[in-house]
């Protein structure tokens, strides 16, 4: 499946717009660039850093009978933090409620003094 995505990734398909150029500054990436985070079935998890601006794209691409799609956002995260931070929990509502409330209190500050 690696070969197959890097082989379309270097045809530039339109479909994988979204990660065949950096959004930031418009440098053509290369597929060594390119590193596959974690794969399942037809799908990738995929990390770019422009090599030009240094900028970082994390994407999902499908790839189906039906074509490939990806999503992509900019991050300012390692391939290493998007690895560490997937397996960690998620943070829920009552997580930032109670962190709101926590920052609300007079001695917040003060207990990360040293």
Do not use: W
């Amino acid at each position: 499946m690696a070969n197959r995505f890097s082989e379309l990734f270097e045809q530039g398909f339109e479909h994988l717009r979204v990660i065949s150029t950096c959004p930031i500054c418009n440098a053509r990436y290369h597929s060594a660039e390119l590193k596959i985070l974690e794969e399942r079935q037809e799908a990738q998890l995929v990390f770019i850093q422009c090599r030009k601006c240094r900028s970082s794209v994390l994407a999902v691409v499908l790839a189906s009978q039906l074509g490939v799609s990806s999503v992509g956002l900019v991050t300012d995260l390692s391939g290493d933090d998007v690895l560490k931070f997937r397996r960690q929990p998620v943070v829920s509502g009552d997580d930032v409620l109670d962190l709101h409330e926590a920052i609300r209190q007079p001695d917040f500050l003060r207990r990360f003094e040293p």
